[in-house]
């Protein structure tokens, strides 16, 4: 099995190419992440997190550079094998929940697998064993609108994981919650990075947070670089 889950090379991005508004995002951005290591992106808004994020997360395409996944080369991939590929080994969670407000917290959970191909009564069990090790299976019948935020949020990770990703990315998880909310749901997430051995990459502003994983990296002038804490 390959150890590097993610591997960025040398990755550009500029928006607006070639017209007064452009702006070089990425230049020749690397990173790479090992099968369980949980990495901290830390960076000032507007320095380009989630444009690697989304690149990584097969989102968006590089303008040049590549991304491998389990170290296949994913910038090769045409849009239906590369979309095939984002369903069975990213999995994202943002800073707003962006669940289905007419489906139950458990059928969240449970349709990202079905569309995965996996049969009901599976994608229902691995459901109900998430939502339980993020102490929410007593919400399992609830929409996400009779949550609260740090329940919405351990729901939203809950399914960010429903199809075993070898690879989480999360941008700002827990940005939208109070101080003592953000501190038990990034320790909810981060256990339950830990059970399934996940690698995941964080983007945060949170700096104690941020110490709180394996390492640090920072994105200064479109380059990823490592922060030593
Ligand atoms: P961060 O997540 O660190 O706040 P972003 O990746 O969202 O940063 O944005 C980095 C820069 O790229 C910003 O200057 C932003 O305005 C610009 N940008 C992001 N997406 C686009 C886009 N689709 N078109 C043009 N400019 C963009």
Known sequence: MNEDVLS???????????KPNE??????AS??????????????????????????GLLDTPDTGVVRIDGKD???????????????????????HHLLPEFSALENVVLPQLANGIAARMAETRARDLL????????????PAA?????????????????????????????????????????????LVRDTGLSALIATHNLELARRMDRMVKLDEGQVSMVLS
């Open 132 to 143: 339980q090790r993020v102490g929410v299976d007593n919400r399992a019948d609830h929409r």
């Open 31 to 56: 990173l790479l992440l090992k099968r369980g290591e949980v990495v901290a992106l830390v960076a000032p808004s507007g320095a380009g997190k989630s444009t690697l994020l989304h690149i990584a």
């Open 8 to 18: 960025l090379e040398a990755i550009s991005k500029t928006y607006n190419a070639g």
């Open 23 to 28: 702006v070089q995002v990425l230049d020749q």
């Open 147 to 191: 949550l609260s935020g740090g329940e919405q949020q351990r729901v939203a990770f809950c399914r960010a994981l429903a199809n075993a990703p070898s690879l989480l990315l999360a941008d700002e998880p827990t940005g939208n919650l109070d101080p003592v909310t953000s501190d038990q749901v990034f320790a909810a997430l981060m256990a």
């Open 74 to 96: 994913m910038t090769r991939l045409g849009d239906h094998a590369r979309t095939a590929a984002r369903r069975r080994q990213v999995g994202f969670v943002y800073q707003f």
